[in-house]
């Protein structure tokens, strides 16, 4: 079930959902929720669910990236390797295929590597050749690293001060 509260912690709505949830996240007037069974489910600020998107596997991830608010994109990480970008009307805009062997649980992270730049998505997993890859907001691959074991987690922040965000990842 997907519970939104108010700032109270009085419950608002409750939403039955076609599998266990696996990660959540939100846009204005949008509450997103990624289930196990493969599905992203998207509610109204009242409760009405306003789309759900069948991803074909077992989602991992999900997270939003926009360089404005029209042009919101929904992420969701595959367990089978693949990253899906979808508009806020659930429409499928993007889709990148990361892990060669269709395994792993991918994670991802969004942030501008530089301040003030276009966001980007930050995208590691494991399976049988564990990566580290970034990409740009419409999915372009702009460098992709292989690393010693599985990405379970990753954060960036400018740790130095030079302005620019060091990874990290583990």
């Known amino acids: 079930r997907l519970t939104f509260l108010g700032s109270g912690g009085q419950v ?9 949830v696996s990660d959540i996240a939100a846009l204005p007037q949008l ?6 069974d493969g599905d992203i489910e998207a509610f109204g600020l009242a409760g009405g669910r306003a789309w759900r998107y069948e991803a074909g ?4 991830a999900l997270g939003t990236v ?6 919101a ?18 429409r499928l805009h993007w889709q990148q295929s990361l892990d060669s062997d269709g395994g792993g649980s991918p994670v991802l992270h969004v942030a501008s590597p530089v301040a003030g730049a276009a966001p980007a998505i930050l995208i590691g997993s494991g399976g049988g050749g564990p990566l580290l890859a970034l990409l ?6 702009l460098w992709r690293l292989a690393v010693p074991s599985p990405v379970g987690a990753i954060a960036a922040a400018d740790m130095d001060g030079d302005g620019k965000r060091e990874i990290l990842a583990g």
């Open 57 to 60: 596997a077992p989602l991992t």
């Open 136 to 141: 740009s907001s419409g999915g372009e691959v």
């Open 31 to 36: 509450a997103l929720a990624a289930t196990l």
């Open 73 to 90: 994109r929904i992420l969701a990480a595959a367990q089978d390797g693949r990253l899906l970008a979808l508009d806020s009307s659930g």
């Open 12 to 20: 608002l709505w409750q939403a039955g959902l076609h599998g266990p």
């Open 66 to 71: 926009a360089e404005e608010a029209a042009d």
